[in-house]
């Protein structure tokens, strides 16, 4: 199994009814986290976390580049 991360992006911007103006699904994910049924978690928690780490940090580098 493959797991890929992405980030959804909303604008309200220039709505004065706080009504959605855009949408926008961004991938965030470097590289997709790939599990088998062979595999221990013990074994790959460490680099899930990293994984996850790297993910949220593209995120938020795409919410801040949006500002």
């Known amino acids: 199994m493959e ?10 911007e220039h709505s004065d009814e706080r009504e959605l103006v855009s949408e926008d699904y961004s991938p965030t994910s470097l590289e997709p986290f790939v599990i088998t049924w062979k595999t ?11 994984w996850l780490d790297a993910s949220l940090a593209v995120a938020i580098k795409e ?3 949006r500002l």
């Open 40 to 50: 221990r978690e013990s074994e790959i928690t460490a680099a899930f976390e990293r």
């Open 63 to 65: 919410f801040g580049d």
């Open 3 to 12: 797991a890929t991360a992405f980030a959804r992006l909303e604008s309200y």
